[in-house]
């Protein structure tokens, strides 16, 4: 089986490099400004004949639901776009634009509407991509379209149920979602097809004012699946050669659109999928097939070959989606986590003299968790890359361009990498948003700036984390006299233990922004803030406030078990907020495996060296959390010796002991899968083996009992002041409300504040 030695590197580092922890603190992405002015960042670059003003690219995330049934770019997605450039990105790339509708059936919904933006449909359709690249340019911007060839075995199989079509594929390949399902390969002349709607598609783009385009051709879609013989395992035709797909594509493209129009190509240096799973590789029915990946050697050659044929500029990645959490950094993974592998490309084209058609050189560009200023300018100064591309954190704040160029970096809105709002909003049924900014992809709805309120009020706010902060912001914004009571010393709410593992460092920085949002808000007399202030219904009422937020959060649902007071127990969240509890237990078990339970258990078993089981009651650990959150998790706690044990119920607790029963019927789901993704709950997957019940009980030793069984809102006050009449208008946001994400309570406290 051949690996990569670069990628087991890397994929070690990106699990382990909290486990020092002097070194990880060089590792974390920090808000800092000592490398400005960011001269390099903010220098011009040539991509063909074109010139970009800078050297940010803004990532293509998926524009999935943004766009009318028709595939026509709307307001909500022209507003979007038009944000970012007027925050000062230099080339704006589109999420994912299939071309292969009526080829590849996952691409488009019945009635041959489409949840993607298309390009190919009617003038009518093609008329928003003129809007677009005409209100991106107004602010000096440039606009590249991205491209995709389909979605092939990584497509939604639900086309099998609605439409009675079968999913497509390079080869005969297991469908991602539903691995029973196997896909058919295409025809050579459906492929031939594909090639010519891409040139299609680029001379349409050209012709409507778009910059460039950009061909996606990483992470298992389509392209790759073509371009990638682990994928693409055809022994007959023109595409039994693994280069040629791609190939052909650049080549038509380039005879539609001439010499100068600038071509982007989006690739993995590997799929890593032998360096990801090993020798299991051989025993896993779903990934058995794909043992003959694309090596790094491979790919290189195949970047010259793309360059020979008219390519100008690559963004290198690693990975696929049967080990998502790669090319989807998660929160837990290390800052410039592939500027290693840009750094690669760029030295084998050096060492080859590997120029453009143009005759200039190949940008590379840098991905991967670059959102930090310095650490951005370093990688451009020090050659690892030529350019750096930025998705969430222009999701978190627009303006992050602009705030870097002028040294207002502190204020720069940081992305906690948790992918609630930009990729499970629309697994879900939606469409991208952000959990930390409530203004992304509601640009058309709601302005920067609001209005002054007609009815100017005093309100109070109860509790200052992200809800009760958010919304004081932006009240105060509208003319409101806000004051915030909260019962700690310092800011952030159930952020503040969540940050305190090293690899959160993230979340932290959140922390940090919002105690600088806050702070500043006060100094300048907008916002009243008073710590260790805790209050009760009676003496709101007496303070005669016009309108009441309580945004208290959360505490910790601990189940009642027989024999609890034999055990030492705390909860996830008092473990976190005092570490020292810990003391010296070795054997700990973590009762619930949520996000937060297997977060502590990482935690427990890489920064403090202790022997961690997690005991879930349901089929999946982490069950609605992003895939590519929960992959991670799961295969780093693998990897790190944690027992995770599902569909097991603790049945009491004895003398440093739980006892549990454990489901071990064969088709209860392995614990650490992580090649396949958990369905949204609306959808079934009718070929599920079914699980009956044979439980097992067993003793699991325990010097220390961590409950992570759920949180509970903390309401009691809302409703007391409620029955008192305490204001004449009382509202109830965030985790008091309901239990959820830091989405969810930005979300309802932004818009809450907007309209009181």
Request: glycine content about 8%; hydrophobic content about 35%; some cysteine.
């Amino acid at each position: 089986m051949k690996k990569d030695e670069l990628v087991v590197r890397l994929l070690d580092d990106y699990g382990s490099w909290v486990s020092d922890k002097e070194k990880a603190e060089s590792r974390k992405g920090r808000m800092s400004d000592d490398l400005y002015p960011y001269d390099v960042m903010f220098s011009p670059v040539k991509i063909n004949k074109t010139t970009v003003k800078n050297r940010i690219v803004m990532a293509p995330m998926g524009n999935i639901n943004m766009c009318e049934e028709t595939g026509r770019p709307n307001d909500k997605m022209l507003r979007y776009f038009f944000e970012r450039a007027k925050g000062g990105v230099g080339l704006i790339t589109t999420g994912l634009v299939p071309v292969s509708h009526g080829i590849d059936p996952t691409v488009t919904e019945k009635g041959k509407l489409s949840y993607f933006p298309r390009i190919d449909r009617t003038r009518t359709v093609q008329s928003g991509w003129r809007d677009l690249a005409q209100g991106v340019h107004a602010y000096g911007s440039k606009i590249f379209v991205q491209l995709t060839a389909g979605l092939g075995r990584v497509g939604n199989p639900q086309c099998l149920v609605n439409e009675l079509k079968i999913p497509r594929s390079a080869s005969f390949n297991p469908n991602f979602y539903m691995s029973q399902i196997p896909c058919i390969p295409l025809s050579d002349l459906k492929l031939r097809k594909i090639v010519k709607n891409m040139g299609r598609a680029s001379a349409d783009a050209m012709a409507f004012g778009i910059d460039g385009v950009y061909l996606h051709g990483h992470e298992g879609y389509l392209l790759d699946q073509m371009t990638n013989p682990a994928f693409n395992r055809r022994k007959l035709g023109r595409y039994a050669d693994w280069q040629r797909f791609g190939i052909d594509i650049v080549s038509e493209i380039r005879r539609r659109v001439g010499d100068s129009f600038p071509i982007m190509y989006r690739i993995d240096l590997s799929c890593a999928l032998n360096e990801t799973y090993g020798e299991e590789m051989e025993s896993i029915r779903s990934l058995k097939r794909f043992v003959n990946g694309r090596g790094i050697s491979e790919t290189l050659e195949y970047m010259e070959n793309l360059v020979k044929a008219g390519v100008d500029i690559f963004d290198v990645d690693l990975g696929c989606y049967d080990n998502w959490w790669l090319p989807h950094p998660p929160a837990n993974m290390p800052a410039g986590c592939f500027l290693d592998v840009a750094k690669q490309v760029k030295e084998h084209f050096a060492k080859r003299s590997v120029i453009s058609n143009a005759g200039v050189e190949v940008p590379i560009v840098g991905v991967g968790k670059l959102g930090y200023p310095d650490l951005a300018e370093k990688a451009l100064r020090d050659g690892m890359c030529d350019m750096i591309m930025l998705g969430r954190p222009l999701l978190a704040d627009p303006e992050w361009p602009l705030k870097a160029y002028s040294g207002r970096v502190s204020e720069i809105r940081p992305c906690i990498g948790c992918h609630e709002g930009c990729i499970n909003e629309f697994v879900e049924g939606g469409h991208p948003q952000c959990a930390v900014n409530p203004r992304t992809s509601f640009e058309h709805l709601y302005p920067k700036n609001p209005d002054k309120a007609e009815n100017i009020k005093n309100i109070a706010v109860i509790g200052a984390g992200p809800a009760g902060i958010t919304f004081a912001l932006e009240a105060s914004k509208r003319g409101h006299k806000v004051t915030v009571f909260e019962k700690n010393d310092s800011v952030g709410g159930n952020i503040v233990p969540g940050s305190v593992p090293d690899s959160k460092f993230d979340l932290d920085n959140y922390r940090i922004y919002l105690e600088n949002s806050i702070k500043k808000a006060s100094d300048d007399r907008l916002v009243d803030l008073r710590l260790s202030s805790t209050v009760d219904a009676e003496q709101m009422k007496a303070l005669s406030f016009d309108c009441i937020v309580t945004a208290v959060g959360a505490g910790c649902s601990v189940p009642e078990i027989k024999g609890v007071d034999s055990v030492d127990t705390v909860t996830a969240t008092e473990l976190l907020a005092c570490p020292e509890r810990l003391g010296s237990a070795k054997n700990i078990v973590v009762v619930g495996g949520g996000t937060t339970g297997c977060e502590v258990a990482h935690w427990l078993s890489l920064e403090h060296k202790r022997n961690v089981t997690v005991v879930e009651m349901q089929p999946y650990f982490m069950d609605g959390v992003c895939t590519a959150n929960r992959g991670y998790l799961l295969y780093y706690l693998k990897k790190q010796g944690v027992r995770l044990m599902n569909m097991t119920k603790v049945t009491s607790f004895g003398e440093n002991c739980v006892n549990v029963a454990q489901n071990k019927h064969k088709n209860v789901p392995d614990p650490y899968n992580t090649w396949q993704p958990v369905l949204p709950e609306n959808v079934v997957n009718p070929l599920a083996p079914k699980i009956e019940s044979e439980y097992e009980s067993e003793c699991i030793p325990a010097d220390l009992v961590v409950f992570s069984t759920g949180m509970k809102s903390v309401d009691k006050l809302y409703y007391e002041l409620q029955t008192l009449n305490a204001a004449p208008e009382i509202y109830n946001i965030g985790d008091s409300f309901s239990c959820g994400s830091v989405l969810e309570a930005t979300r309802s406290a932004f818009r809450l504040a907007r309209e009181v």
